[in-house]
């Protein structure tokens, strides 16, 4: 599935979206540039999931948990990895746990991934506009429903 948004604010909306359909033990994987809306996105998908905490990028700190809502959302971003190794962040722990796993720059940590997520390649249409496009790619059965539930 792809769709486009016009602004940050229609980003935030198809993550809340997202997010009210979310179930614990679900994995996505969001790809896109620098700046292209993840944690943007993410925003949305806390909104959805019940967080009214603000969301803050865990550029630094790779992991924040965010426990207030339906269910539990860890976010990740693996960017800086650097001489952290999947193993003592505990990802598999993560991805078999009580919450949603949302992962930033996944493909640091690609042997590390299960074999079924809903990955999401948001992409910038031209530069210093505020265009995106949403591409929705669902590995395994759980996530081809999911996406058929979004597109409702
Ligand atoms: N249509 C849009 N969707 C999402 N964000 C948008 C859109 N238009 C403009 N923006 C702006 O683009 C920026 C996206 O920043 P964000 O931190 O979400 O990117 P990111 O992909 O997480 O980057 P990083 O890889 O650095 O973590 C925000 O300032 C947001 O307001
Ligand atoms: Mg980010």
Redo the contacts with the bound molecule.
Sequence with gaps: MQLR????T??VAWGKKLGHLLQAQDLLL?D??????????TQGLAQGLGITRPIK?P?FTLIREYQMGRIPLYHM?M?RLEDSSPEELGLSEYFAGDGVVVM??SQFVADFLPAQYLRIQ?TRLAQAD???QLTFQAQGQRYQELVASLRK
Excluded: P
């Excluded at 948004?5 to 940050?8: C, L, P, R, S, V």
């Design positions: 948004t016009e602004n940050a229609q980003t969001l896109g540039d620098l700046g292209a809306g993840k944690t943007t996105f990028s550029t971003d960017y930033e720059w948001i505020e265009q995106r």
